[in-house]
């Protein structure tokens, strides 16, 4: 619906008022409407894989150390120059990339991932 919108009635609002959409902002609409949906569609599939798993593992210890390994990952990645560089080539990779393939195959490959490593941790705390 975003895509629609911002396709037909944001661009003729954007000239007037100057307002952003989130699809302008990522640089997506740079390789056409097809790309720009699968670019959104995978990247707000990878968000939601993360979210849906997160809040599914919080009633388990398995929810609470991945929060434990994601805030050590954070601490550790961010003050380190190096380590940060990496961090901030996976960002580029699932949200800014250039090339819409690459960050359409890396998100779906991240969801994927997530959910299977999901299905195995659920399966363990039943």
């Not at 779906?108 to 959910?115: G, Q």
Request: charged share 5%; with cysteine.
């Amino acid at each position: 619906m975003n895509l629609a919108t911002f396709l037909t009635f944001d661009r003729m609002i954007m000239t007037r008022t100057g307002v952003m959409n989130l699809v302008s902002i990522l640089g997506w609409v740079d390789h056409g409407g097809w790309y720009t949906f699968f670019q959104q569609f995978a990247f707000l599939l990878l968000i939601a894989s993360v979210i849906h798993t997160l809040t599914l593992l919080q009633t388990s210890w398995i929810g609470w150390t991945v929060d434990v390994a994601i805030i050590a990952v954070i601490s550790v990645f961010i003050p380190i120059a190096a380590l940060r560089a990496h961090l901030v080539s996976f960002f580029y990779l699932i949200i800014y990339n250039s090339n819409a393939f690459s960050q359409i195959s890396a998100c779906i490959a991240l969801s994927v991932v997530i959910y299977g490593a999901s299905y195995f941790a659920l399966r363990i705390q039943k």
